[in-house]
């Protein structure tokens, strides 16, 4: 299983900026999909995540209401779309998946990152002031 990440840039404060993540290889589409950033010095935080129907969708607090996660299972991708955007913003920004056909999981377990199996590799996201 290979996740791709796409969409990162420069934007600034007020701006938008949409994400995809698409799977590739032995990826069912039952799946869980999320998302998680690293700023500079931080550790590696929960952005939100998507159940695999896409009916349940989790946030965290710093980006709800700005943020929103949504998925194409025709095409095994997820997309974050971010506006409002805010130099706290700044990370590398990571899409994660787990296999599995549950859809009502725990915010605390699906903020962690047990909860996941893939990685991908990241996409920079700089929004300047």
């Known amino acids: 299983v290979q996740l791709q990440a796409f969409g990162g840039g420069l934007v600034q404060a007020g701006g938008s900026l949409s994400l995809s993540c698409a799977a590739s290889g032995r990826t069912p589409t039952n799946n869980r999909m999320g998302w998680f950033r690293q700023a500079p010095g931080k550790e590696r935080e929960f952005v939100a995540a998507i159940s695999p129907s896409g009916v349940t969708t989790y946030y965290a607090d710093s980006v709800k209401g700005r943020f929103t996660i949504s998925r194409d299972n025709t095409k095994n991708t997820v997309s974050l779309q971010m506006n409002s955007l805010k130099p706290e913003d700044t990370a590398v920004y990571y899409c994660?998946?787990?296999?599995?056909?549950?859809?009502?999981?725990?915010?605390?377990?699906?903020?962690?990152?047990?909860?996941?199996?893939?990685w991908g590799q990241g996409t920079v996201v700089t929004v300047s002031s």
């Open positions: 994660a998946v787990r296999f599995t056909s549950g859809e009502n999981y725990s915010f605390d377990y699906v903020r962690s990152e047990a909860a996941y199996t893939y």
